[in-house]
């Protein structure tokens, strides 16, 4: 879950702020102000894993080590404190987000991320950012200041949405990755990018990032400089260099607590991004709409929008077989409910998919459960008619009914609260 933009990200913000005309013409992102009486954004936080730890730490229940090694400061207490594995660790390099200016390939951001929580993190910078999914609010953004002290404070940061409300995060505060093209060294050339989720074809992702791993894609676009001089531009790009480590293109690498970029967890954070803003988008869409006494003609889009992407029906498919380091599928595997034959929705395939069973594990999350009741209702009865075969268009064959037959006997084992007729 990255926290970086191009630089016309403002003029989008602004955009989305000043043009109420065209959000409400708009039927493929959130219709409404984030201010609205039902959702009231600023006022209201909720209760996500962040803001029950900064509630810890003001009781003296919760305490967090400093650590001055390395710039780290409250890194690696924090990672813990969150339960976000240090495995899941990505680097970018494309100089983006509020600490842009202390961001090359040879400093990179490093960010970890849950289901619910990323932590970014710039060696020697003066802070963490973290972004929380809460389960009422969309995602929440927070800062730590990175110096000792007794009481250290966990800081609601509203600005962050600067970057974090656009048309790409369905107009909720939500999260992106982003992957930078290359761009001339020219001092007014202008950055540009694609927003990437596991409907991107895998030679346009990962602009500005580090990708490491056993087998990675012959053809993507990171591991190379973003800013280059304008007569490479002109000429076909070479392959990307293959990593198995950082350790050769950061001079520093020791720094960050892993020396990978692991490709298995870019993917899985592109598919992760766009998920936690449809929750949030279907939820915010559902509140407005039974507030206002509406008709629930946008939830409906919304559900369709969230149903569709958490089966994989548009994903890009996978031209080989990608391998990361152990470490990250192990830790992501583990966290996942599996039914009494030891499948899982958290499993990876990684041969022609993402995941060896196409139904998002974000359905176990917070925020699907906390979905309003009438939500909840319309996006299990589309799940089941998908993978009850209801819906014809060709664009869900892909489908197969053993992988549908499957979805559905993993539901039953592992889902809380699943509709009687799934049984």
Known sequence: MTFDWKSAAAVIVFAIGAAAGLAAQRRDAFS?????PAIAYAEREGGNRVRRLSEALESGVAQLSFEEAHGRGYLRSLLDALRVPPESQVLVFSETSRQARQISPSHPRAIYFSDSVAVGWVPGADLLEIAAQDSQQGVVFYTLAQRRSETPHLMRDVSCLLCHLTWDTLAVPGLTTISTFPMSDDPNAYADGVVVDHRTPLPERWGGWYVTGRSVPARHMGNAPVIRPAAELRTPPAPPPKLESVARAI??????LSPRSDVAALMVLNHQTRATNLLTWVGWQTRVALSDKTPLDRVDDAVRELVDYFLFVDEAPLPQRIEGAPAFAETFAADGPGDASGRSLRQLDLTTRLLRYPCSYMIYSDAFDALPAV???????RLWRVLGGEEHDRRYARLSAADRRAI??????TKAGLPEYFR
């Not at 409404?32 to 609205?36: F, G, L, N």
């Not at 559905?408 to 084992?413: H, M, S």
């Open 32 to 36: 409404a102000s984030r201010e609205h």
């Open 251 to 256: 001079p520093d690498a020791d720094v960050y």
């Open 375 to 381: 939500a909840l209702e319309r996006v299990y009865a």
């Open 408 to 413: 559905v006997e993993i539901l039953r084992a």
